[in-house]
């Protein structure tokens, strides 16, 4: 090695451990970038785990030879990975200047712990805030790359409209999970879901454009009984002319779900209108399945949802309860002027900033 240069250093992550959990931050260590001639461009990926509305540090350090190089002629650039060879940028510094681009304007800062940190804090994490990104460190010819995943803790919701199943196409799709307070899934997400037990016989879009299904239990009439369990993919589809349902993601609630109680059932108009003299909103889809799987509502009554269907969410599953597994029940999207239904509301937390 020449004087003022690094060897190279082998690329994983260290342990997670939680910093100030009760406010979702949590963090990973990984190897330090090493910004010498001798070393090639690297490529390592980590992953961080958060929540919405949480705070997220997105780890990347550097090594740099203080003789050599001056600390502000080294750029620190943040990407995020949108595709394959697709980037949107999230943050560059350049000395003392900073920059925070789109939606990450006023939310992101370096954590600057010391010489060669470049980790990026990001504050009240949202859904869209979910994949990879890329930190670059760059002195004149030289750079060195590092890729973190932020994850989100969710859940996975199927989803299809008042019009039926197979009606969405790609676009639709997004659509309608944003609606729901959700994403489009992806792979991973859906993968997760499987392996926890996720049995679902209708193809819906992912984020990716591909169109997948779980399977834990293989049976005649949803791919036949002598195929492996797994996670079905039929690949990449048009994304204007075919149509299908949608598997969406949402994670943790700013407010809170619950069933109003009512001295009688109500009509669609009705629910909307309990809701709103509560000081609330009838539920979204994905708002009631974060109320099941992440602050385990548990209610034995089918309620009005915002988009017109009735729903109702089981963590214990008993008799005259709609099944033997966990889950939300799903009755479909009744006539709306029907009085047989109670309501499912959501308030706002009243610190939540988004």
């Excluded at 090695?1 to 451990?17: F, N, S």
């Excluded at 350090?61 to 050599?68: F, I, L, Q």
Aim: proline share 5%; glycine share 10%; aromatic share 12%.
């Amino acid at each position: 090695l020449g004087q003022g240069e690094l060897p190279c250093r082998p690329r994983g992550c260290w342990v997670q451990y939680p910093l100030k959990h009760d406010q979702g931050l949590w963090r990973i260590h990984c190897p330090p970038l090493a910004l010498a001639r001798s070393c090639p461009t690297l490529l390592r990926v980590c992953k961080v785990v958060t929540h919405r509305g949480g705070t997220i540090i997105l780890p990347c350090r550097y090594h740099y030879d203080v003789s050599a190089h001056d600390p502000a002629e080294i750029r620190l650039k943040w990407t995020k990975v949108t595709e394959p060879m697709a980037f949107v940028d999230v943050f560059v510094a350049l000395g003392k200047a900073r920059r925070a681009f789109g939606s990450y304007r006023g939310r992101t800062a370096l954590q600057e712990d010391g010489f060669g940190d470049a980790s990026l804090i990001i504050r009240n994490v949202t859904l869209q805030d979910y994949g990879h990104y890329e930190c670059e460190v760059t002195n004149e010819l030289e750079d060195d790359t590092g890729m973190v995943k932020l994850d989100l803790e969710g859940v996975i919701f199927p989803y299809h409209p008042r019009l039926g199943r197979y009606t969405l196409n790609f676009h639709e799709a997004q659509q309608a999970c944003l609606e729901q307070d959700g994403i489009l899934a992806s792979h991973d997400q859906l993968h997760q879901a499987w392996l926890e037990g996720m049995d679902w016989c209708n193809a819906g879009w992912l984020e990716d454009g591909s169109v997948q299904y779980p399977i834990s239990r293989p049976r005649e009439e949803c791919g036949r009984k002598d195929t492996p369990v797994g996670v079905r993919n039929y690949g990449y589809r048009h994304k204007e002319s075919e149509h299908y349902d949608a598997f969406c993601f949402t994670s943790n609630l700013n407010g809170k779900v619950y069933f109003l109680k009512t001295y009688r059932k109500l009509s669609y108009a009705e629910a909307v209108q309990a809701c709103k003299n509560n000081g609330a909103a009838v539920a979204k889809v994905g708002q009631l399945y974060a109320a099941w799987k992440i602050q385990l509502l548990d209610r034995c009554e089918a309620g009005w949802l915002e988009d017109g269907s009735i729903r109702y969410p089981i963590v214990n599953p008993r008799a005259r309860c709609g099944g033997r597994e966990p889950g939300v029940r799903n009755l479909g999207f009744p006539d709306k002027k029907y009085k047989l239904f109670g309501v499912y509301c959501f308030k706002k937390a009243a610190y939540c900033m988004c």
